[in-house]
């Protein structure tokens, strides 16, 4: 059978591992692992959680609609380490090919992703990762100046992969498909309600971007660096990305598409009033999501270690209050009392 993994990918358009798993013969299982490696860390919390559940719910039902098994399809649910997942499923019904997009994660993203090449290798089978993010497998500093930027707009510029018109799913009984686990059955240390916290899913990714597209973008350039103005006035696309609601090829295209519109509206005489000069700015900020991205991926020590390594040394006490002020978000002055001043 065909698996196609679902990390930091959960949609249907421009979904290429899907793409190419829905053209071979061999049905398919599309699989998403509530990992504890990922569930126990500091940087996990159950606000994702949420956020995470909500898309994959959005993308089950989505998927139903285009089974070749009368809406028994869908996503595939397991909770454990991935190795063991993946070798119960193995045995259940032999894996020939693994899709998934490649993914520029953290410490615990890259162990667990070693530990799947080895699993991989070590059982003959073949592992696609795809690209979704313009980070190069190239160092930037071994490009030549101006080339990462070139095959960033290359990539984003490029077509889209479609919805699949049909897909053919393992059947239930031979492999069952679990359901959607909440935080406090998956075990996720940090417990907690953000009633503020933007919902997840499709849907709502290009709803979100169209809204910004269309009617809350245009102070963008002079509004982004407050978090009053901000709250409206940025995209409110960030979380959609890092989740994969939505792709950042569509989210180019689309923003490219409202520009050329508008340039078109400018030159009939029309008053565009800041649209160009916002949307200009995001366009950037997309390509520097990209570009901080790659830093990571060539250089991963600086999750833990400074980028410039003179730093070391600049601060050697540590004083707990003061960082759990911090992280309380408790310094500074409250930020409607700083808009007046």
């Given at each position: 059978?065909?698996?196609?993994?679902?990390?930091?990918?959960?949609?249907?358009?421009?979904?290429?591992?899907?793409?190419?798993?829905?053209?071979?013969?061999?049905?398919?299982?599309?699989?998403?692992?509530?990992?504890?490696?990922?569930?126990?860390?500091?940087?996990?919390?159950?606000?994702?959680?949420?956020?995470?559940?909500?898309?994959?719910?959005?993308?089950?039902?989505?998927?139903?609609?285009?089974?070749?098994?009368?809406?028994?399809?869908?996503?595939?649910?397991?909770?454990?380490?991935?190795?063991?997942?993946?070798?119960?499923?193995?045995?259940?019904?032999?894996?020939?090919?693994?899709?998934?997009?490649?993914?520029?994660?953290?410490?615990?993203?890259?162990?667990?992703?070693?530990?799947?090449?080895?699993?991989?290798?070590?059982?003959?089978?073949?592992?696609?990762?795809?690209?979704?993010?313009?980070?190069?497998?190239?160092?930037?500093?071994?490009?030549?100046?101006?080339?990462?930027?070139?095959?960033?707009?290359?990539?984003?510029?490029?077509?889209?992969?479609?919805?699949?018109?049909?897909?053919?799913?393992?059947?239930?009984?031979?492999?069952?498909?679990?359901?959607?686990?909440?935080?406090?059955?998956?075990?996720?240390?940090?417990?907690?309600?953000?009633?503020?916290?933007?919902?997840?899913?499709?849907?709502?990714?290009?709803?979100?971007?169209?809204?910004?597209?269309?009617?809350?973008?245009?102070?963008?350039?002079?509004?982004?660096?407050?978090?009053?103005?901000?709250?409206?006035?940025?995209?409110?696309?960030?979380?959609?990305?890092?989740?994969?609601?939505?792709?950042?090829?569509?989210?180019?295209?689309?923003?490219?598409?409202?520009?050329?519109?508008?340039?078109?509206?400018?030159?009939?005489?029309?008053?565009?009033?800041?649209?160009?000069?916002?949307?200009?700015?995001?366009?950037?900020?997309?390509?520097?999501?990209?570009?901080?991205?790659?830093?990571?991926?060539?250089?991963?020590?600086?999750?833990?270690?400074?980028?410039?390594?003179?730093?070391?040394?600049?601060?050697?006490?540590f004083d707990r209050a003061k960082f759990d002020a911090w992280v309380e978000g408790r310094t500074g002055y409250p930020m409607r009392a700083a808009s007046t001043l």
């Amino acid at each position: 059978m065909i698996l196609v993994w679902l990390k930091r990918d959960v949609r249907l358009l421009d979904h290429e591992p899907l793409s190419l798993a829905a053209s071979r013969a061999e049905p398919l299982v599309i699989l998403y692992v509530y990992e504890p490696c990922h569930l126990t860390s500091d940087t996990y919390h159950e606000a994702q959680h949420r956020f995470i559940n909500e898309g994959l719910a959005d993308l089950n039902e989505q998927l139903r609609t285009i089974s070749a098994c009368d809406g028994e399809g869908g996503i595939t649910f397991r909770t454990g380490g991935i190795i063991d997942v993946l070798r119960e499923l193995h045995e259940q019904s032999p894996i020939t090919t693994i899709y998934s997009h490649r993914e520029v994660g953290n410490h615990v993203s890259r162990m667990r992703n070693e530990q799947v090449a080895a699993w991989v290798e070590a059982h003959g089978l073949e592992w696609i990762q795809c690209q979704q993010d313009g980070v190069s497998d190239v160092r930037h500093e071994e490009l030549d100046e101006g080339s990462w930027a070139k095959k960033w707009t290359a990539a984003m510029s490029g077509p889209q992969h479609q919805i699949p018109a049909q897909l053919h799913f393992v059947g239930s009984s031979t492999i069952q498909r679990g359901g959607l686990m909440d935080a406090q059955a998956c075990g996720v240390s940090h417990l907690g309600v953000r009633p503020g916290a933007q919902r997840g899913g499709e849907a709502r990714a290009l709803a979100t971007l169209e809204s910004f597209l269309q009617r809350r973008g245009e102070r963008y350039s002079d509004e982004l660096s407050s978090p009053l103005t901000g709250w409206d006035s940025c995209s409110r696309l960030s979380t959609y990305l890092a989740w994969g609601h939505v792709s950042l090829r569509h989210v180019f295209q689309a923003l490219s598409e409202r520009q050329e519109a508008l340039r078109r509206s400018k030159k009939e005489g029309a008053e565009t009033g800041g649209w160009l000069k916002s949307l200009a700015a995001h366009g950037s900020r997309l390509r520097w999501r990209s570009h901080f991205s790659q830093k990571l991926h060539d250089q991963p020590s600086v999750e833990f270690e400074n980028m410039v390594r003179t730093y070391d040394a600049l601060r050697t006490e540590f004083d707990r209050a003061k960082f759990d002020a911090w992280v309380e978000g408790r310094t500074g002055y409250p930020m409607r009392a700083a808009s007046t001043l």
